[in-house]
T-cell receptor, first 115, second 113 residues
Framework: NAGVTQTPKFRVLKTGQSMTLLCAQDMNHEYMYWYRQDPGMGLRLIHYSVGEGTTAKGEVPDGYNVSRLKKQNFLLGLESAAPSQTSVYFC??????????????FGPGTRLTVL | AQSVTQPDIHITVSEGASLELRCNYSYGATPYLFWYVQSPGQGLQLLLKYFSGDTLVQGIKGFEAEFKRSQSSFNLRKPSVHWSDAAEYFCAVVIQGAQKLVFGQGTRLTINP
């Protein structure tokens, strides 16, 4: 049982490049989330999904897109990377029952640098 | 605005000493509160949560937290810290109307040997 895994662990991009971050969970969770973590700002929600085929915007969605084609995977895309998107990105998942009141299980993070 | 604040960015304590990390929330209704811990290079892990009932909540790793409505606080405590407790700690609150979980800025804990 791997829990929540994220690929890649590290990435350096140039401004304007695109990339996709992959999150996978093997706990059969319905809810999945993408956060970014910046110094002194805690975690901020980018997008989330309450089930396969559904996504919704979080607090800071601009510049990002997501897809949830399979229940176990949640992809975060950057179409045209900007230096302001330099951050550590965390994926999380949780059971549907109870929604946000449930414990969220986090992946180890992806450190992204945009030059 | 509804929010959660952790006033201390960085705290240093000696191994074996007691610990209290502060968390204050700004929310009109009954809050649903969490404490998460992030060890270096890892994701967050839930320590404990408060929804209702007993205001003193026990969590994993010997941590506890006390909800005080009159002070809008949910402080995390541990009687005696271990070197392995060095990590960053996040308080979080569910904003029910907005259906979102809001995290505080985090408190980094350093343990002196």
């Amino acid at each position: 049982n791997a829990g929540v895994t994220q690929t890649p662990k590290f990435r350096v991009l140039k401004t304007g490049q695109s990339m996709t971050l992959l999150c996978a969970q093997d706990m059969n969770h319905e809810y999945m989330y993408w956060y970014r973590q910046d110094p002194g700002m805690g975690l901020r929600l980018i997008h989330y999904s309450v089930g396969e085929g559904t996504t919704a915007k979080g607090e800071v969605p601009d510049g990002y897109n997501v897809s949830r084609l399979k229940k176990q995977n949640f992809l975060l895309g950057l179409e045209s990377a900007a230096p302001s998107q330099t951050s550590v990105y965390f994926c999380a998942s949780s059971y549907r029952s109870g929604g946000l009141y449930n414990e969220q299980f986090f992946g180890p993070g992806t450190r992204l640098t945009v030059l | 605005a509804q929010s959660v604040t952790q006033p201390d960015i960085h705290i240093t304590v000696s191994e074996g000493a007691s610990l209290e990390l502060r968390c204050n929330y700004s929310y009109g209704a009954t809050p649903y509160l969490f404490w998460y811990v992030q060890s270096p290079g890892q994701g967050l892990q839930l320590l404990l949560k408060y929804f209702s009932g007993d205001t003193l909540v026990q969590g994993i790793k010997g941590f506890e937290a006390e909800f005080k409505r009159s002070q809008s606080s949910f402080n995390l405590r541990k009687p005696s810290v271990h070197w392995s407790d060095a990590a960053e700690y996040f308080c979080a609150v569910v904003i029910q109307g907005a259906q979102k979980l809001v995290f505080g800025q985090g408190t980094r804990l350093t343990i002196n040997p």
